[in-house]
């Protein structure tokens, strides 16, 4: 299932269905996670609108960094829950801090492992995965543990930098194509809805839980 390459720009070297993982971003990276011009570059609010989450939605942001997604879910899912899971405890320090500041009570840390979000079984309405799916050192096992995670018919956006379009200004490690997403979803079992088509970079690609 994995394999080894030279690496490329920005890769770790490592290969799973004929693409090379990229590297994991540092919690030194947060400053460009949160920079002021990022809602108007990459049009995040139609992104968090695409959702169309219900206020009673349990939503899980894997890869949340530093929580620019959960902090703007958390007051839509109001009666809901937003799981803020990320491998970096660096992250989740700064997650807790903004929850606590800004009293989001249903803003929920957790602490994953590489191989496993950590999240209980069938506990979650709506997986998101922004800039962060590309990165993960063992995509099937994350991806068989999201699965599990999952409710019957639940959904999952995956939303990565247009590898096809030449003009994003991203290292080609860091974007997907959504001929290899679908691959890669299909292989742990999700089914493809569609490929919502609002953003100015990136793909939000959906996925359901048969
Ligand atoms: C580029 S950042 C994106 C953060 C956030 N989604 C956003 O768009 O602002 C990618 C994040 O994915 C996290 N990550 C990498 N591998 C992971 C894994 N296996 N499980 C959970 N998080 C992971 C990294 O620690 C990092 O915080």
């Known amino acids: 299932m994995y394999g080894t390459c030279e690496p490329g720009e920005g890769g770790s070297g490592k290969t799973y269905m004929g ?15 949160e920079r002021p011009e990022r809602e108007r570059e990459e049009r995040t609010d139609l992104l968090v609108g695409a959702m169309k989450l219900k206020a009673t939605d349990s939503v899980a942001d894997i890869g949340a ?9 958390a007051p839509i899912v109001a009666e809901g829950v937003v799981y803020a899971t990320d491998i970096q405890k660096e992250m989740l320090d700064i997650v ?22 950590g999240l209980e079984a069938n506990s979650v ?24 995670a999952l409710k019957p ?34 292989a742990v079992g ?4 569609e490929n919502v088509n609002v953003l100015p970079q990136q793909h939000i690609m959906v996925f359901e839980r048969k």
């Open 65 to 73: 960094g530093s929580g620019y997604f959960t902090m703007r879910i």
């Open 96 to 117: 807790t801090e903004r929850a606590l500041e800004e009293g989001a009570h249903n803003v929920m840390p957790v602490l994953g492992e590489i191989d496993d979000c």
């Open 19 to 33: 693409r090379e993982i990229a590297e994991v971003m540092g919690h030194f990276g947060v400053g460009w996670l």
């Open 190 to 193: 999700l089914r493809f809805v």
């Open 125 to 148: 309405d709506v997986v998101l995965f922004v800039d962060a799916y590309h990165e993960f050192s063992h995509p099937w096992e994350m991806m068989t543990s999201i699965v599990r």
């Open 153 to 186: 018919g639940g959904r999952v956006y995956l939303v990565e930098y247009r590898l096809e379009d030449p003009l994003v200004p991203i290292k080609e490690r860091h974007k997907m194509s959504e001929e290899q997403a679908r691959r890669e979803m299909e």
